[in-house]
Structures are given as C-alpha cells and as structure tokens.
C-alpha cells in the first residue's frame, strides 16, 4: 500500500463522513435558524424550546436515513476489508 492509495482511502472517508453528517447537520443548523427567528419576534427567550426541536429534526433524520446511512458505512467498510486482504 502506497502513499497514494492511504491519501485516496482517507479522502473516501472523509467524504463519507461528510456525506452522512451533512443531512443531520444542515436540517438542525435550518431549524435553529428558523426558531432564533421565532423566539426573536416573540421576545421568547427558552433555551429548551431550540434544543428540543433540534434534536427531534436529528431522530427523525435518523429515523428516515437510517438505512441509508447504515449502508454507505457498511459498502465502506466492506471495501477497507477488501483492501487489507490484498
């Protein structure tokens, strides 16, 4: 294994991780955003009332992309495996 082979396998793996953290991420930055807007126009200032919903956006990400998550990790994994027995 070379020294181009391990920068490609942890740029794969940083891509992977980007691309399963960014639904999460962007769906609960969208929603924080959205509730500061909210809570500003309301002068409601409840520091539960955001994290509450935020963490309801990233279990129902979870919930929905699960799977999906599971199995770009799992064909990733699978292909690490795959390169150590060569």
């Known amino acids: 294994m070379d020294t181009s082979m391990v920068a ?3 740029r794969e793996g940083v891509f992977i991780v980007i691309k399963l ?7 609960s930055m969208a929603v924080g955003v959205l ?3 909210f809570q500003a126009v309301t002068q ?3 520091q539960t009332l955001s994290f509450i ?6 279990i129902l990400v979870l919930l929905v992309g699960g799977g999906w998550m599971m199995e770009n990790l799992l064909d990733y994994a699978r292909e ?5 027995r060569r």
């Open 21 to 27: 953290c960014a639904p999460m991420l962007l769906l």
């Open 35 to 37: 509730l500061a807007i």
């Open 53 to 58: 919903f935020k963490l309801t956006v990233v």
């Open 8 to 10: 490609e396998v942890l």
């Open 80 to 84: 690490l495996f795959a390169l150590m």
């Open 44 to 46: 409601i200032h409840e």
